[in-house]
């Protein structure tokens, strides 16, 4: 099974790519994690924000495989804990079916991207810098699978 993360934004800081990587690395072969990073709109002061999120939105969808259960990250999504997602991450290994995961640009994800979507989450109702997101999706992945196989790991 792979999960691919598909965020707006190619310009991260040194320690967000460390920190993904580290988590990423840290998963079994057959759960593989790959971030797919979508350059976002270039924006002015005079941007239309609608056209920017629509824009951004038709970006990360185009890179969807069409076969992916979908999750778009969202602040209007339903909060997932820890144990109820390594019980997802359990079901969606035994489904062998690949998992998307979005994360959208500065204004969220689009319409388009929230109506294709299987399921959204938020992951608080605290607002965490996009780039941020990545590390935390990747270490609650982790420590997902670590619950499902009995590791050390998660200990609460």
Same mark, same amino acid.
């Given at each position: 099974?792979?999960?691919?993360?598909?965020?707006?934004?190619?310009?991260?800081?040194?320690?967000?790519?460390?920190?993904?990587?580290?988590?990423?690395?840290?998963?079994? !072969?057959? &759960? *593989?994690?790959? #971030?797919?990073?979508?350059?976002?709109?270039? @924006?002015?002061? $005079?941007?239309?924000?609608?056209?920017?999120?629509?824009?951004?939105?038709?970006?990360?969808?185009?890179?969807?495989?069409?076969?992916?259960?979908?999750?778009?990250?969202?602040?209007?999504?339903?909060?997932?804990?820890? !144990?109820? &997602? *390594?019980?997802? #991450?359990?079901?969606?290994?035994?489904?062998? @079916?690949?998992? $998307?995961?979005?994360?959208?640009?500065?204004?969220?994800?689009?319409?388009?991207?929230?109506?294709?979507?299987?399921?959204?989450?938020?992951?608080?109702?605290?607002?965490?810098?996009?780039?941020?997101?990545?590390?935390?999706?990747?270490?609650?992945?982790?420590?997902?699978?670590?619950?499902?196989?009995?590791?050390?790991?998660?200990?609460?």
């Amino acid at each position: 099974m792979k999960i691919q993360l598909i965020a707006i934004g190619t310009r991260t800081p040194a320690w967000v790519s460390s920190g993904f990587d580290e988590y990423a690395r840290r998963l079994p !072969r057959h &759960l *593989a994690l790959e #971030l797919v990073e979508v350059p976002a709109v270039n @924006r002015t002061r $005079a941007a239309d924000v609608s056209r920017t999120k629509r824009e951004e939105g038709s970006r990360l969808l185009n890179r969807v495989p069409d076969d992916s259960h979908l999750v778009a990250l969202n602040e209007t999504g339903t909060t997932v804990t820890t !144990r109820c &997602l *390594a019980s997802v #991450l359990n079901t969606w290994m035994d489904s062998g @079916r690949n998992v $998307a995961m979005m994360i959208g640009g500065a204004d969220g994800l689009s319409k388009d991207c929230l109506d294709r979507a299987d399921e959204s989450w938020s992951l608080s109702a605290l607002t965490f810098p996009h780039a941020l997101v990545r590390v935390i999706i990747a270490e609650q992945l982790f420590r997902a699978w670590s619950i499902i196989s009995n590791h050390p790991y998660h200990r609460g």
